[in-house]
Structure formats: structure tokens, C-alpha cells
């Protein structure tokens, strides 16, 4: 996988993810054209385009198009499933997701993109890893927090 | 959940949401990008929780579209915090915002580094991500071992050997030799037994890397693989979670096929016995489900089962199993399985002899050219394109050609150049392919390139029995109301050539044919005008007796034309009306020769030879430009018969001048019949010569600059003698001492390449190496297009790339082996560190039975692909002209031994490097004054500007001074400069320098003294 896009339907990027090398201006080219490719073709037709000699397998989901570039060799099929793959565990962790969840914690995604593909290779395909591993990075984020508070209460009451 | 704590994120992106419109929106992030620019420039003050939120919110409005070019370092620096939570926020912004390239990332390899060797699991997962995501080639020096030990380490827990496994992958791809030690493939047959899935279809992921690039090392993984699927497809020891819709990992039996496939057979009758089982359980066992997800997954791995069958080329039992499911899914209502077998019927096309089992479903693939989705009309299109054959081509080019009506434009063209190339290439007889071209060019004018109504010209030429049809039909065209332009260049060119053979039907009498022609004159371009007048003076010539009031009017327009802006059509209509006026004489010598037997025969013979060649090369060269889809650009000119190159433009001049060119010397025939004149730096085949080939008649006849210069040749030896050194001289690093002998000048096809994007790098009987390349700044992109002319197997190829210091160059993978009749493709990914000449080397290899093939090709990533045009003003020029004072940023030399061209040509030839010529900056008008931009990693995009001097008494010499901000780009510019202007001796000059398709009309021979010309023609 080149890349991986989450666009809206009015164009809006949500997610971008790069694993070949594409330079600030590329990507913008990259963006504008898909958008205008994809975004325009009817809802009947296939989940495939072919662009510059690669193929773009998107899929919609409401008003969220999730795309994700391949080569002319690679399986579709599998590529086209590791894209509903990863819209059931983002709809796992946030329950029901919508695109304002991913608006506003798009950090979230990137972190659950980065446990589902390394390389733009799926790296593992067990939802419950994946879940598994999310959590155990928030509580380690939760923590630092505690913590924190409680060494600068630590602190704060020594300087008392 | 963890957002909480980021209230000003949060705020922020209410606050975009909330803009009613661009503008604000633009108001809003520049603020936000102020406020951020400041707090990070007084870094003390800031939390590292600050710090995150900023880098949150900048990753944030970069995703939004708009630059964001600061605040990289700050990302990069949260790597090494202590803690967890900022730790992870710099991996994985930094990974967001820069790519491979970037100069940051270098800084941080270390802090990496230590977090991949470190203890904790937590920050070795996150090192490993970015790393595999964005890791470049400095990354795989320093961190291949490290990561090595953690895939293979007992100690590590899953997590992290499913990263390390795919980080291990991306430096493999970057870097191969860093990854693979000795005894890596027992390693890598060991993590097949694993039992973790997760680290299995990453490890799994990392083996298809390494057995695509190399199978031989891994031939003990295969029974593990088998085994792995076996297990999968009986669904033993499946953990519950891995099950995807009640399929056992569809990804990693995917990802194991794959693997597979990259084995050229499987010996043991053993592990064979036990895949084709379980191909056999998937091809029969999968049935279309209610269930969207379940149904792809498992088609899925129905189309990796069949792509392995295919492969493996089953008994023919198991093929026609294949064939049979392929037909029934290119006609099912869902269109990813419509699309996915027309695309797989296609490539079994390729590998198996099914070609009639095919042709059963060709309605419903006809059916398909009319899909309302254009990725299916496509895969349609390609695959009625490769299915076509003698007994079908009629009913699939008619297809084609009633399709083109309607087709989208972006289908087009390369729509018309398949019907073409069909219609050659399968003609039942040459009568229907004159019909199919000019239908062709009648419905779809506009997208049918110059290369497909060369070719009809050629083809009408070399046969004599369809000239009159051609005639017939030529005029037939005429008599429509609204023609395009390039039917009146067809139908002028056949006209003008074989008119007389109709003269006794209705409407065809000379004057006739003229006025018919020339009520087109109007409406049409300069181009198209040259063409015409040529006609007329072949009309002039057939009409005997000579018809005065004919003549008369046709004098006139010559006569009109003689003063004409375009230096083509003058030159044609000052030469014309005088030979047409030397009276009985010329009329004498020009009636004796209407029909150039001997060339005729020549290219006859050379047309029979490479009939099928030709049409298969044109395939080969149409997948290539697929790609963009472009018009097919001629993309090689090579001489056919010893002639340089000529322009497409020149081409088209042939009939008259040809003519002349006979009468004066009998020169012309020895060249014609293949004989190499002394000059000809190498011994061309025409017959293989494909697109030379497909220019050759028309060519052949040699436009005026050919001529006489050819005449030239013959007459000073020693020119022609330089001519071939030099061209030894540039001839291939290192010898080629090999059987095979390339077709065509590897020179100049280089040379040729620097200034144009597409092309043929190399010919041989069993390759033709083409490349198309994009360049953007200072990166490159190259295509290699390797095509297999044959129809066995071309083995052991090998492409190694010997770049120089400034070239980044990486080479993807190149397959061993080319399939019969394939071409494989294999992008060049290039990255300019800084100014050079230097040049990269391809070092390539193939075995074809017994002859070993080894070339070393120099690859057109020069200087000039990474200079831009700008246009500078004359308030922008002079300050800088000035703050760039004296050397080494400004550097001036005395050019001498120029070769001389008038200021126009040479502003032109600055045009195509590409320079600027920015006219009146200079108030002299000798001189030039050119601007450009080069792009380079380190010197970024840099602007040069350079000052031609020239002294009009003495167009030998110039002064020439370059300037630029860094010293090592003004010299080589400089230098590269110099080398365009002198190096070349006259003769090979103009093909190399300057492709004259540019300035077609301005070729100096023709241009200095035509008068001379004609005199020594015409003795």
C-alpha cells in the first residue's frame, strides 16, 4: 500500500498516511486528483480506479470515502477488506464511529492505522489485538498523567 | 477518553469547523500558526504537554492542505522526551509531516535507535513503527541488525516481532544488501513456524520481499508455506480472532500464495500434491455469499488461488476450471468481480494457451466495453485487446471502432491507437485496414497521433495494389463536407502520390483532385499547408501534358507562398516553383521515376520481415503509454537507412524533394536498398528497427536537410570519419563484447533521451529497454520498460545501478525472468544531491539459451532533467546579476569552435534543456540572456542565470557567463553549457543536440543555403 486517504465527501482530507516517499507537493497533487476521481464516480460501480498506472480500492462509508493506493499486481479484494478491517475496530473503540469522531480525535486514528499496517503491510488481523493494544497505550498515557499530577503535588507541597 | 486533557485542540478544530468559509478558515489557521510559530521560538517556557498540543494542532492544519514549514524540529525533538504520552505524539507526527528524504529525520536516527535497542517494549514499538513506515536507506545502515535481533529474538513478545518483522521489510526494499546476512533464510524458515499469526502475516509479508527479489535462497520455505495453508484452509488451530466472516485469515493466505508465486515450480511431488489440493478446496468451494465482506474475502483468495494456478500451470484440467469461473464472473451483477475477471482473464491471456476458451465469452466482454463504469470499460478494453487473433480481429476492430463514438475522451485515444494496431496487425487484407485507419481518423481525428497516419502512408507505399483503393478512398473522404485535418494530410499525401492512377474515373482529372484539395488550404495549419503544397507539385509532375491553366494556378500559390512567414513552406514553395518551371528538362527527368522501384522493393522486403515484430513492438511500447495515456510519442527516431534522424515535420516533405534528390545523384538508391553509407556509425538493422520502421517511408526518402547533407557526407570524408569516433567515443561505458548486437546507437538514443521524457534506452533481437520518466524539482522517476521480443523466456536478468556521488538512485525490484512477449516495468526512484555531469550507469544483464548479454547503459539523468524554465524580469535579473559578482559564483569563458547557428536556434536549443530566454533584458542584439532553476537536495531550487555573447561576424565562437549562488552549480552548468554548444562534430549534431521535431524548420543546412542545395542537386 502507497498511501492511505480519508476524504469526505466534500473533499475534505480526514487521514493521510504515506509509505512511499511523496514530497509536501506530490501529496497535495495526489489529493486533488483522487478527489476529483473518486468522489465523483456513481455509488453502482466498482471499488477500484485505475490512476497512473496504480489503482486506488476506496470505499465509502457515509460521508467518509477510505482509500487506499496499490500496485496494478496486488489482490483487490484483500486490500478492499483490510480498509472495512480497519472501519470496524476504529467502530469498536469509539463506538459507532462517525466522521466528527475521527475530526476530532484524529490523533486516535493514526495511532490504530499505525497497529493495523507498518510498511503499508497489514501487520496484524485480529480486532482484538488491536483493541488490546490501544488500550494499553491509553492507560500509559493515562498514567503519565496521574503521575505527573502527583509528582508536581510532590512538589508543590516539599516547596510548602 | 485521553482527548480531554487537549481542551485547545479540541477548540481549535471547532473553530475551523465553524468557518463559514476559505477565507476565514485561512484566517483562523494563520493565526493558529502565529500563535504557534511564537510559543515554540521561546521553547523555555513550554511543557512538553504544550508541546504535544502544538504538534498535535500543526499536524492538523497540514492535514488541511496548507504548508506548514516550521516546527518540524519540534516534532522531531519529542522522540527523545522520557515520557510515554509526548514520546508517542513526536513517532508519530513526525511520521505524518516528513517523508524518507527529509534532513530531520536524519537527527533523529540516534534517539531511535536507543529506543529500538532500549528495554522498554512500549518505545520499541513506537521506534519500529516510524521507522517501518518512513525509514530510509540511512535508517537500514544503522538499524538493520538491531532490528534483525528483535524479529528473531525469543524473548520479545509479539508486539513488537510483528513490528520488527515489517520495519525489517521496508529497509529490505530500501537497502537489500544491509538486510540479508548469511544464514538469514534458516532464520527467516524458522518464523514460519510461528505460531502468533500476527508475527506470521508479517513475517509472511517480509518473505514475499525476499523471494520476489530472490527465490533461489528460499527454497526451504515453500513446504512450510504449503503446510501454513493447509492449515488455514482446514481451518486448523485457527484462533477465533482470527477469523475474518468465518474465514481463517484471508490476508495471510493471500499473502502466503503470493509467496509462492515467486517459485518458479514445485518439485516435490509431496508438498505439490498437497497445494493443489487445497487450490482445488478453494476454486470449487467458494461460493458467492449474501455478505458483501464475507464475499470479497473469500473471492479474494479465489483470485490469489487462481493467479498461483496459473502459475503453476496446473494440468489443463484445473486451467479450464479457472477459464470456466472467470467467464461466469465477467458476467455477475456485483462489479468488483466483473472487474476483477475481465483483469484476470487478461492475464491468463498471458501465461496460457486458453486463447479459444476465452473467445466463447467475447460478447459479453464486448458487452462490457459499454459498462457504465469506466475501470471495467478498461480491463474490457485490454482484454479484447489482447484476445484478438486473425479469425476474431474484423468483429473486435469493428467493435472498437463503433465504440469510439461514444467512448469517454479519456478512452480515446488509446482506444484508436488499439484499433490501429489491431487492424495492422491481423488484417485480413490490406483494403480493410486502409478502411479501418480512415475510419479511424474520420470519427476520432483528434485522438489519433501522427504515428497511425505515418503508418497507413507507409503501408499504402510498400503496396502496390492498394495504392489505387487508397486513392478511391482518399477521395471518397474528400467529397465529405467537414474533414478533419489529419484526413486532409492522409488523403493530400495519398492523392498527391497516386492520383494519376485514377485519372481516367469521374471527378479525379488533375484539376479536379487539385481544386477538391485545395478548397481545404483555408481552414487548415502551417503543418498541413507544407503537405499540400508538396502535393500539388507532385500533381504538376503526373499531369502530362502539362495542363497550362493548371499550372498556372498552381504557380501562383507557390508563388504566394514565397514569401510566407513559415521558413517550411517558403523553402517548399521557393524549391518547388523553380523545378516545376525548368520547363521540359525537369519534366523529363522528373517522369521518369514516379515510383522508386528500388526503394520500393527495399522497404517491401523490410515490411515482410518485420510485419509481426512491428506490431507487437507497438504493443509493447502502447502498454508503456498506458500509463498516462498519452499519445504514442514517437519516441525513437532512428535512422533506417543511415540517414540522422529527421523530424516528423521533415518527413512529410518527402515527395517532392525525394524526387529532386533522385535526379541529381544515384546515391539515394544504394542508400535505399540498406547499403550503410560511410558515415553510419553503426551497423542499423532496419528490419527490427521498430519505430524507424514505422517512420521509414516516409523517411526514407530524406527531407531536404538529409539530403543534403548526405551529399555532404559523401563528398568529405574526414567530417564523416570524426563523426564516427565521436560517436565511439560516446558509445557504452566499458566494452560490449557481446554476440548480440544492439539495434539502433545506444549513443544516440541516449542522447536523444536527455532532452526528451520517454523513449527507447536499448535494442536488441530479444529486448527493447524503453523509459519514461517524470521529473518533479529533485526527485526523478523512471520507468524501465523491459520487453521480451521473443517468444521464450528471457532468464537471469539482472539490473544493478552504478550511480554517481550526487545521484540517489534506487532501483525496485527487477524480476529474473521476462515471460515471452512481456514487458515488466520497474520504477527508478531518483534523488539529485547537487549539480554534476556526471552520469548514472545501468549495468544489465540477460540470458537468452545460450548468448549472455551484458550492456552498461548510461541513463539520462542529467543535468538538465533538474532544471526548471522561469522567467525572470529585468528588475529581477539585474540585482541579481549583480550581487552574484565574479567568481566562483559567476563564471565567464570564451567559448570557441561553436558550431554555427543564428541566435534563434540557439535561443530554441536553450528552450529544450529547459532554459528561459528572456528576450530585450539585453539591449545588444547578439546577446542572450537566459534564466532557469535547478533543483538539487542540498542546493535546493536555485536559480541560474547565464549571458550569451555572440559576434555576429563570427558565429564560431561566444562568450558565455553563468551565475548562480553556489559555486559547484555554476561551474557544471557552465561546463554542461559548453558541451551542448561545441562538443558535437557538424555531422551527428543536430540529432543530438537539438531533436528537430523542435525547431523543424530551422535546420541549419537547410536554412544557410538552400540555394547551394538545389544548385548541387540539380547539378
Redesign the interface.
Known amino acids: 500500500i502507497h498511501f492511505v486517504l480519508l476524504i469526505s465527501r466534500q473533499g475534505?482530507?480526514?487521514?493521510?498516511?504515506?509509505?512511499s516517499?511523496?514530497?509536501?507537493?506530490?501529496r497535495?497533487k495526489v489529493?486533488r486528483e483522487l478527489s476529483g476521481l473518486i468522489l465523483t464516480?456513481?455509488p453502482?460501480?466498482?471499488?477500484?480506479?485505475?490512476w497512473?498506472?496504480l489503482k486506488v480500492v476506496y470505499k465509502r462509508y457515509a460521508s467518509l470515502y477510505f482509500c487506499m493506493c496499490i500496485n496494478q499486481g496486488d489482490?483487490?479484494?484483500?486490500v478492499?477488506?483490510?480498509i472495512?478491517?480497519f472501519v470496524e475496530i476504529l467502530d469498536r473503540y469509539f463506538g459507532s464511529v462517525c466522521e466528527l469522531d475521527l475530526?476530532?480525535?484524529?490523533?486516535?486514528a493514526?495511532?490504530i492505522l499505525?497497529e493495523l499496517l507498518?510498511?503499508g503491510?497489514?501487520?496484524?488481523?485480529?480486532?482484538?489485538?488491536v483493541a488490546r493494544?490501544i488500550a494499553?497505550?491509553?492507560s500509559?498515557?493515562?498514567a503519565?498523567?496521574e503521575q505527573?499530577s502527583s509528582i508536581s503535588n510532590m512538589i508543590a507541597q516539599a516547596a510548602k | 477518553m485521553a482527548l480531554s486533557g487537549m481542551r485547545g485542540l479540541s477548540v481549535f478544530i471547532s473553530d475551523i469547523r465553524n468557518c463559514p468559509n476559505k477565507e476565514q478558515e485561512r484566517l483562523r489557521v494563520d493565526k493558529e500558526l502565529g500563535n504557534v510559530r511564537t510559543r515554540f521560538k521561546n521553547e523555555k517556557g513550554l511543557t512538553h504537554y504544550e508541546k504535544k498540543k502544538y504538534v498535535w494542532k500543526m499536524l492538523y492544519i497540514y492535514m488541511l492542505g496548507y504548508d506548514v514549514d516550521f516546527g518540524h524540529m519540534e516534532a522531531v525533538s519529542l522522540i527523545s522526551a522520557p515520557k510515554y504520552p509526548e514520546k508517542q505524539v513526536g513517532y508519530i507526527v513526525t511520521a505524518c509531516l516528513l517523508n524518507e528524504n527529509h534532513d530531520f529525520l536524519r537527527l533523529a536516527i540516534n534517539a531511535i535507535r536507543n529506543d529500538v535497542i532500549g528495554r522498554n517494549e512500549t518505545f520499541q514499538c513506537l521506534a519500529l513503527t516510524l521507522v517501518g513506515n518512513i525509514g530510509g536507506r540511512e535508517f537500514a545502515e544503522s538499524l538493520a541488525p538491531d532490528v534483525q535481533k528483535l524479529l528473531i529474538s525469543s524473548s520479545c513478545r509479539p508486539l513488537v516481532r510483528k513490528k520488527a518483522a515489517l520495519c525489517l521489510l521496508r529497509l529490505y526494499r530500501k537497502n537489500p544488501d544491509v538486510v540479508i546476512v548469511d544464514g538469514w533464510s534458516d532464520r527467516m524458515a524458522q518464523l514460519l513456524d510461528e505460531r502468533d499469526l500476527g508475527v506470521l502475516t508479517s513475517s509472511m509479508s517480509l518473505l514475499v520481499a525476499l523471494v520476489a527479489n530472490n527465490h533461489n535462497a528460499y527454497w526451504i520455505c515453500l513446504p512450510k508455506c504449503v503446510k501454513i495453508l493447509e492449515r488455514l484452509s482446514r481451518n486448523n488451530d485457527v484462533p477465533q480472532e482470527y477469523t475474518y466472516y468465518g474465514i481463517p485469515s484471508p490476508w495471510l493466505q493471500v499473502k502466503t500464495m503470493r509467496a509462492l508465486q515467486y517459485f518458479p515450480t514445485i518439485e516435490d511431488p509431496n508438498t505439490r500434491r498437497s497445494l493443489f489440493e487445497v487450490l482445488q478446496r478453494i476454486l470449487m468451494g467458494t461460493d458467492v455469499v449474501k455478505n458483501v465482506n464475507k464475499n470479497n474475502a473469500s473471492h479474494a483468495v479465489l483470485f490469489e488461488a487462481l493467479a498461483l494456478v496459473m502459475h503453476l500451470d496446473a494440468e489443463k484440467e484445473m486451467m479450464s476450471q479457472c477459464v470456466a469461473l472467470l467467464g461466469k464472473f465477467i458476467a455477475v451483477r456485483e462489479p468488483n468481480i466483473r472487474y476483477l475477471g475481465l483483469e484476470n482473464m487478461t492475464r491468463m491471456l498471458m501465461v496460457s494457451d486458453v486463447q479459444d476458451i476465452i473467445k466463447r465469452h467475447q460478447a459479453q466482454i464486448i458487452t462490457s466495453l459499454k459498462d457504465p463504469d469506466i475501470s471495467i470499460r478498461r480491463r474490457a478494453l485490454d482484454l479484447l485487446y489482447g484476445m484478438c487473433d486473425v479469425s476474431n480481429a474484423k468483429d473486435i476492430v469493428e467493435e472498437l471502432l463503433q465504440y469510439l463514438s461514444t467512448a469517454d475522451f479519456t478512452m480515446r485515444e488509446e482506444l484508436s491507437l488499439k484499433a490501429a494496431i489491431l487492424a495492422e496487425k491481423f488484417a485480413p487484407d490490406l483494403s480493410w485496414y486502409v478502411d479501418v485507419i480512415l475510419q479511424l481518423i474520420d470519427k476520432a481525428g483528434d485522438f489519433v497521433s501522427d504515428d497511425i497516419w505515418f503508418r497507413v502512408v507507409q503501408i499504402v507505399t510498400n503496396n502496390e495494389d492498394l495504392q489505387p483503393y487508397a486513392a478511391v478512398k482518399a477521395r471518397e473522404y474528400l467529397d465529405k463536407p467537414a474533414i478533419h485535418e489529419t484526413m486532409v494530410k492522409v488523403s493530400a499525401y495519398i492523392l498527391g502520390e497516386y492520383s494519376h492512377l485514377l485519372a481516367k474515373r469521374p471527378g479525379c482529372n488533375p484539376q479536379e483532385i487539385f481544386s477538391i484539395i485545395h478548397e481545404k488550404l483555408p481552414t487548415v495549419s502551417n503543418s498541413t499547408i507544407a503537405i499540400l503544397l508538396s502535393t500539388y507539385a507532385k500533381i504538376l509532375m503526373h499531369t502530362q501534358p502539362p495542363d497550362p491553366q493548371l499550372q498556372n494556378q498552381i504557380w501562383a500559390i507557390f508563388h504566394k507562398y514565397e514569401s510566407c512567414i513559415d521558413a517550411e513552406i517558403q523553402q517548399r514553395a521557393v524549391e518547388y516553383f523553380t523545378l516545376s518551371r525548368k520547363g521540359a528538362a525537369s519534366v523529363d527527368i522528373m517522369a521518369e521515376m514516379p515510383k522508386f522501384p528500388e526503394r520500393q522493393s527495399a522497404l517491401l522486403k523490410k515490411a515482410e520481415d518485420t510485419e509481426a515484430d512491428t506490431a507487437e513492438q507497438s504493443a509493447i511500447k502502447l502498454r508503456a503509454q498506458q500509463q498516462t495515456s498519452n499519445a504514442l510519442v514517437v519516441t525513437d527516431q532512428h535512422p533506417a537507412n543511415g540517414y540522422p534522424p529527421v523530424s516528423q515535420l521533415g518527413l512529410v516533405k518527402v515527395p517532392s524533394i525525394s524526387t529532386v534528390d533522385r535526379n541529381s545523384e544515384d546515391q539515394g538508391v544504394t542508400q535505399a536498398n540498406g547499403t550503410l553509407s560511410v558515415v553510419d556509425p553503426q551497423p542499423l538493422e532496419p528490419s527490427v528497427d521498430v519505430l524507424g520502421d514505422l517512420l521509414g517511408p516516409l523517411r526514407i526518402d530524406g527531407p531536404p536537410g538529409a539530403a543534403a547533407q548526405s551529399d555532404h557526407n559523401l563528398i568529405s570524408g574526414p567530417e564523416g570519419a570524426t563523426y564516427v569516433e565521436e560517436t565511439l567515443a560516446l558509445a557504452p561505458v566499458g566494452d560490449q563484447t557481446n554476440n548480440v548486437q544492439p539495434i539502433g546507437s545506444i549513443a544516440e538514443r541516449f542522447q536523444d533521451l536527455c532532452l526528451k521524457d520517454s523513449g527507447v534506452l536499448y535494442e536488441d533481437p530479444y529486448i527493447q529497454i524503453g523509459i519514461k520518466a517524470e521529473w518533479r524539482a529533485h526527485h526523478g522517476l523512471l520507468l524501465l520498460f523491459l520487453g521480451n521480443k521473443n517468444t521464450a523466456p528471457l532468464v537471469s536478468v539482472q539490473a544493478l545501478i552504478l550511480p554517481p556521488s550526487h545521484l540517489k538512485i534506487e532501483l525496485s525490484l527487477v524480476p529474473e525472468t521476462i515471460p515471452p512477449r512481456a514487458q515488466v516495468q520497474c520504477p527508478l526512484e531518483i534523488i539529485n544531491l547537487g549539480p554534476s555531469r556526471d552520469v548514472a550507469v545501468l549495468d544489465f544483464s540477460y540470458k537468452f539459451g545460450t548468448d549472455v548479454v551484458n550492456v552498461k547503459l548510461r541513463l539520462p539523468a542529467v543535468l538538465n532533467k533538474f532544471l526548471q524554465p522561469i522567467s525572470v524580469s529585468a528588475e529581477e535579473f539585474f540585482p541579481q546579476w549583480r550581487s552574484l559578482s565574479g567568481p566562483p559564483l559567476k563564471l565567464q569563458d570564451v567559448v570557441r569552435g561553436v558550431r554555427p547557428m543564428s541566435l534563434a536556434e540557439m535561443a530554441n536549443l536553450f528552450t529544450i534543456f529547459p532554459l528561459t530566454v528572456s528576450p530585450g533584458l539585453d539591449p545588444n542584439a547578439n546577446n542572450l540572456v537566459v534564466s532557469t532553476t535547478f533543483y538539487s537536495e542540498r542546493t535546493r531550487a536555485m536559480l541560474c542565470l547565464v549571458r550569451i555573447e555572440t559576434d555576429p561576424a563570427d558565429r564560431t565562437q561566444l562568450r558565455m557567463t553563468v551565475a548562480s549562488g553556489d559555486p559547484t552549480l555554476t561551474f557544471e552548468l557552465k561546463e554542461f553549457l559548453k558541451e551542448q554548444l561545441v562538443s558535437i562534430p557538424t555531422i551527428s549534431q543536430r540529432p543530438a543536440t537539438a531533436p528537430p521535431q523542435v525547431q523543424p524548420t530551422t535546420s541549419p543546412t537547410a536554412l544557410s543555403d538552400p540555394g547551394a542545395m538545389l544548385a548541387g542537386l540539380l547539378h
Open positions: 475534505k482530507v480526514r487521514l493521510t498516511k504515506w509509505y516517499p511523496y514530497s509536501q507537493k506530490e497535495a489529493i464516480r456513481g453502482k460501480l466498482c471499488n477500484f480506479v485505475e497512473r498506472g489482490n483487490e479484494l484483500e478492499l477488506e483490510i472495512h478491517h475530526i476530532f480525535n484524529f490523533h486516535k493514526y495511532y499505525d507498518i510498511a503491510e497489514l501487520q496484524e488481523s485480529s480486532k482484538k489485538t493494544l494499553a497505550q491509553d500509559l498515557v493515562e503519565a498523567k505527573a
